[in-house]
């Protein structure tokens, strides 16, 4: 595993104990991905894997309404447990890389993930060996941060001659692009702005739940160059955007006619 995806593991699984008590916005996009995958026609019996399950905030929506064969894996074994100490024995669970998952191809009706795509070293690459792993007919829907997040704070780095640390996170066109051509994508979008408030909180807030591995590459800001930061956040009104791409993307059950849609 590389030192980057290393991190990411253990700073979740650090934040595991108190993450459902941070995490409203996590909790509100698990509940409206359920929201869109409840509406989908699936079997009576779906088999589902569940890659970054975290401490279940998806899991405890879905599980109950589909039922059936369901797999919950996370790559923080911490979080694999708190998962299965809230939801309980109707699900198997798994410590997995998502991008790496060690499941026979061609058997799955569904794979989910809220919000854990983002964290994904290739995330094209990741969803073209999730996509052998369905069956025909099965489908990949996840929510995943589009470029508008934490805008307000990217614009406070660049007004003060910086680069934020933030990952960098697709557009809805390049996120429907990133899947195998032979899925049928479709790709929503959302935006919530939480107001403004200490601009310290913000940084707290990510680092409470783990999210605060920086993007490759980029190095941290020296305590003066962080309030040049803070005063320009300040000046620029403040808030955070979280702009959610929900995704779903469904393999043919005709292998001769895959169907298209972009
Ligand atoms: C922001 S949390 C979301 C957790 C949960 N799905 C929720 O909605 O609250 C991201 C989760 O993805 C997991 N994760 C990150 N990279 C992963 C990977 N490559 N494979 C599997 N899980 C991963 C983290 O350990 C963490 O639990």
Known sequence: MSNRKSRIAARFGA?????????????????????????????????VLEIGCGTGHLTRELLPALGGDWVASDIAPAMVRACRRRVGGAAQYIVMDGERPALAPGRLDLIVASLAAQWFADLATTLATLAQLLAPGGRIALVTLGAGTFAEWRMAHAAAGFAAATPAYPEAAALARAFPADLEVEVAQERFVEPPGDP?????????????TPAPGTQPLSAGQMRRVLR????????????????????SSSTSQPRVTR
């Not at 320009?232 to 469904?250: E, F, N, P, S, V």
């Open 15 to 47: 934040a595991a104990i108190d993450y459902d008590a941070h995490s409203p916005l996590q909790r509100e996009a698990a509940q409206r991905l359920a929201a869109r995958v409840k509406g989908l026609s699936l079997p009576a019996a779906p088999r």
């Open 232 to 251: 320009a956040l300040a000046a620029g009104g403040g808030g955070t955007t979280y702009h959610l791409l929900y995704a779903i993307a469904l393999r």
């Open 200 to 212: 310290l909180e913000f940084v707290r807030g990510l680092r409470r739940i783990g999210a605060d």
